[in-house]
């Protein structure tokens, strides 16, 4: 079996949900269209199970011929099936329950919305398994166009329209940003396969410096880091929950990821110090995002925040791994604690976020309103959706036996590693405060949530429909999974730094 | 000064207008028109890149013109969502007046 054939089966089901849509439309049964979109869905995320659990070898696929400069190629590796595995997953999930919560809430366009939501997941594929510079600018641009359309999505609202417009201008910016530096790469090596330019970029100059610094801002703007953040905080709210729930939990990963893979393997962090840059955005994201996450009444919005910190502790995680990685080379085992953390927070992020935005969803559904302060106590009327949003914020808040503590775990041992480095200890004591502020403000919101005393009992609450239950609980049951299975995750996590480390 | 530098210098003075017209215009059409030259910009510099000199004459590489002509097809996708989202901001406000609809932090 072709090793790519989750990716065609995304793309070509995209374009079959459209002509199946016409189908279901003609024989009556519109409110079905959402379970071919998680059929496809769940098939890849099958698919690439499947690959991992037979372990791959590395694969390539060249669109014209194999040794031309000119290819198209893709290219399966550890890495990309990690985090492939992570899209799929939280996309099945989300799209199992846009299916109820689309009915519900009554949106209008529903026709449209499963085919944006494969293209973006295809998208972000796409961008995992890409191996020239040109085929990842082509599925990033393919999910960001699905992304802002998806935040834009209930157009009749202001919100989400001038939302989704700021996200535009901020996103393509940024994706300009990373066309330029792409550019830039394509002067120095002449090429854009990724093996021709690990090999060129090295002699590359203050060229290449400059494509650096273009290609961090870039990414940066979807990964969310603190100066070219502005644009979640409006657009994660007035999305649907789902797409808030992929928004937070994949998409800016994808520019966690793109950062990783580009950074670690091209600009190889021997020959450049972006580790102290990276740092330096890393601790001035989370400082910030948990400093202004407090102050949130919008339990959508709150959310948003803490994931601009979590993007700052995977970023920072990064950074200390790149910083070891070029002051100290025979440290290369602190490097590589540093990269586990940071690429298991991306997974446990994924999961927790992704948890506690369909939680958030089905309280707002039944509330009518995002206001943490209208939605205190809402909890105890709805025990198993409860419960299941408890286990997502400990998960994120680092609680010790859930696989949220093992991922900071892992980044605070390398930052201690060197004890004599005042500039790694330093990082890390902030890492750790920031950690303690945060589990404190996601205890809060839980007992806010759940614990709370409501003064009269609404007659109109209860336990969310079954077709959201499902989902929310299956996430649940995967964040408690993985704290179980710790160590084949951790034997995967070891064959994905291969990749990376070399 | 070489060809190298007159053309990706045109390409920086079109992104840096570009920017100035995001940084500086209140109307949406005009900030949308101004993506689309910090796009035309980038694209410049693309071409420029791929310039060789093959026996005295400049040519330019087949893999740049591929990359510029997929570059400009997703720059058209983008702008035409940009217009649509500000077609339905003018719906809602009756304008396309920037100042006039930030409810939220910009």
Do not use: C, H
């Given at each position: 079996m072709n090793p790519f054939t989750p990716l065609f089966l995304l793309l070509g089901g995209s374009l079959a949900s459209l002509l199946a849509d016409q189908l279901l439309e003609r024989v009556g049964a519109?409110?079905?269209?959402g379970c071919l979109a998680a059929c496809i869905l769940a098939a890849a995320l099958m698919l690439f199970t499947w690959e991992a659990y037979l372990g791959v070898s590395v694969a390539e696929f060249r669109?014209?011929?194999?040794?031309?400069?000119l290819t198209a190629s893709l290219k399966l590796d550890y890495l990309s099936l990690y985090i492939s595995i992570i899209f799929c997953g939280l996309g099945l999930a989300a799209c199992i329950y846009s299916i109820k919560y689309l009915e519900l809430e009554s949106e209008t366009g529903v026709d449209r919305y499963y085919l944006l939501l494969l293209t973006l997941i295809a998208g972000l594929v796409g961008v995992t398994l890409a191996d020239d510079f040109f085929t990842l600018y082509v599925f990033w641009e393919l999910m960001a166009l699905s992304s802002y359309s998806l935040v834009a999505f209930?157009?009749?609202s202001w919100e989400a329209v001038e939302a989704g417009f700021k996200y535009l201008v901020m996103s393509t910016m940024g994706s300009l940003a990373v066309l330029l530096g792409i550019a830039v790469l394509y002067g120095i090596?002449?090429?854009?396969r990724f093996d021709i330019l690990a090999q060129s970029i090295p002699s590359g100059g203050p060229a290449a410096l400059l494509a650096l610094a273009l290609i961090i801002v870039g990414f940066g703007v979807t990964a969310a880091a603190v100066p070219f953040h502005s644009w979640l905080p409006d657009a994660h709210p007035a999305a649907p929950t789902p797409i808030s729930a992929i928004l937070s939990g994949i998409v800016i990963k994808a520019g966690a990821y793109a950062m990783l893979w580009s950074l670690f393997k091209l600009f190889t962090p021997t020959v450049y110090g972006f580790g102290v840059v990276l740092i330096a955005f890393g601790i001035l994201t989370m400082s910030f995002a948990n400093i202004v996450v407090?102050?949130?009444?919008?339990i959508k919005r709150f959310l948003a925040y803490s994931s601009i910190a979590n993007m700052g502790y995977i970023i920072t995680g990064m950074g200390i791994a790149a910083y070891i990685l070029r002051?100290?080379?025979?440290?290369v085992g602190a490097a590589a604690l540093a990269l586990t953390g940071a690429l298991l927070h991306i997974l446990n992020h994924a999961l927790g976020k992704g948890l506690s935005f369909l939680c958030a969803g089905c309280y707002i559904l039944r509330q009518?309103?995002?206001?943490i302060s209208e939605l205190e106590g809402i909890g105890a009327e709805m025990p198993a959706t409860t419960a299941s949003f408890g286990i997502g914020l400990l998960n994120l808040a680092g609680?010790?036996?859930?696989s949220g503590f093992w991922s900071k775990f892992f980044i605070v041992s390398a930052g201690l590693?060197?004890?004599?480095?005042g500039l790694l200890l330093t990082t890390t004591l902030i890492f750790i405060l920031n950690s303690v502020l945060a589990a404190g403000y996601y205890l809060w919101l839980l007992q806010r949530i759940a614990f709370k005393r409501r003064g009269e009992a609404d007659?109109?609450?209860?336990?969310?429909p079954a077709l959201m239950l499902a989902p929310v609980i299956a996430l649940a049951a995967a964040c408690i999974l993985i704290t179980i299975t710790i160590s084949p995750v951790l034997e995967f996590i070891r064959a994905v730094l291969g990749v990376l480390l070399g | 000064m070489n060809i190298y530098e007159l053309y990706f210098g045109a390409s920086i003075i079109l992104i840096v207008l570009g920017l100035y017209a995001i940084a500086s215009k209140r109307n949406l059409v005009r900030i949308v028109l101004g993506l689309e030259i910090i796009t035309l910009g980038v694209n410049l510099s693309i071409i420029t890149m791929g310039v060789r000199v093959l026996g005295g004459s400049y040519k330019v590489d087949a893999l740049a013109q591929g990359m510029v002509a997929i570059s400009m097809a997703i720059g058209a996708a983008v702008a035409a969502l940009a217009l649509s989202m500000a077609i339905n901001i003018y719906r809602h406000?009756?304008?396309?007046?920037?100042r006039k609809l930030r409810r939220l932090r910009w």
């Open positions: 519109a409110r079905w269209r669109l014209i011929g194999p040794e031309s400069p209930r157009k009749w090596a002449g090429s854009l407090v102050m949130q009444g919008d002051s100290y080379p025979s440290m009518g309103s995002r206001e609680v010790p036996p859930l590693g060197i004890p004599s480095d007659p109109a609450a209860g336990e969310a | 406000y009756g304008t396309f007046d920037i």
